[in-house]
């Protein structure tokens, strides 16, 4: 795992976070090139779908023009949700890495069926969580900001 694109990922967070989003941000690598780099932005579109992994999804596939990222990798702050989740499987992308859970057994349990699916996309081959601390603070900090 590259350090350098997690890195970007929790730069995205942090700029879902300055605009009042939930501070979770994504970036998809093939070949050690960049691709894509998103951040939430639900509120700010008003839209449910406006995650970052579904608009760092768009973003690959308009660059390498193609629905199909096979070989990429996506690099998340958060453990992706099942929409996010079905969208990375559709998308064909085979290596997931994320800095923490959300804590959700039920969640994490969907996430490994829908990864696991055996169908004629390509599965995907490597799922890893991080635990890194900077992506359970930017969360822990984003909600304890809220409460206020």
Not at 7 to 20: H, I, S
Not at 83 to 94: P, Y
Request: aromatic share 6%; hydrophobic share 35%; net charge positive.
């Amino acid at each position: 795992m590259e350090k350098k694109y997690m890195t970007l990922a929790l730069k995205e967070a942090t700029k879902a976070y300055e605009r009042d989003e939930v501070p979770i941000g994504a970036v998809i690598v093939k070949d050690g090139q960049i691709l894509a780099k998103a951040h939430n932005q639900k509120e700010t579109k008003q839209n449910v779908a406006e995650h970052a992994e579904m608009i760092a999804i768009r973003k690959a596939s308009k660059k390498i023009k193609n629905w199909r990222l096979s070989d990429c990798e996506i690099y998340i702050t958060l453990e992706p949700c099942p929409m996010c989740a079905s969208a990375i499987h559709q998308a064909r992308i085979s290596k997931v890495y994320y800095g923490c859970t959300i804590g959700e057994k039920n969640n994490s349990e969907i996430i490994e069926k829908i990864f696991s699916t055996t169908n004629r996309n390509q599965k995907v081959t490597h799922v890893e969580n991080l635990n890194l601390d900077e992506c359970h603070q930017i969360i822990q900090q984003f909600f304890k900001d809220k409460r206020k």
